[in-house]
């Protein structure tokens, strides 16, 4: 095996095991940059955050809450790149739902 493709297995599996974490104080700036909670509120009234809290939610494994944040994000046009978009799935993670 090259040195190169050693790399590029290597860089794969660290991102597949969730070595590749963001940064939960970034993600929380971009949220609050592009005023997310407006449309929480719109949605289910409120400070926005019940949206999180609900009993009812959406969101049950990490692997969904990265894809809800990738649609609202495409949805909202944001303009965040992967990484940050990264960055607001450990700040949501880190603040709302705690998973592994």
Known sequence: MTAM???????????AAGAWAGNPAAGEKLVT???????????????????????????????QLHAQVSFCSTQLKTGWFPEDEEDVVAWLNHRYYQFK
Do not use: E, M, W
Not at 5 to 15: D, N, P, S
């Open 33 to 63: 940059d592009k005023n997310c909670a407006a449309c929480h509120q719109r949605l289910i009234g409120g400070d926005g955050s019940k949206l999180y809290l609900r009993g009812d939610r959406k969101v049950k494994t990490l692997p």
């Open 5 to 15: 493709r050693f790399l590029t297995l290597t860089a794969g599996l660290a991102v």
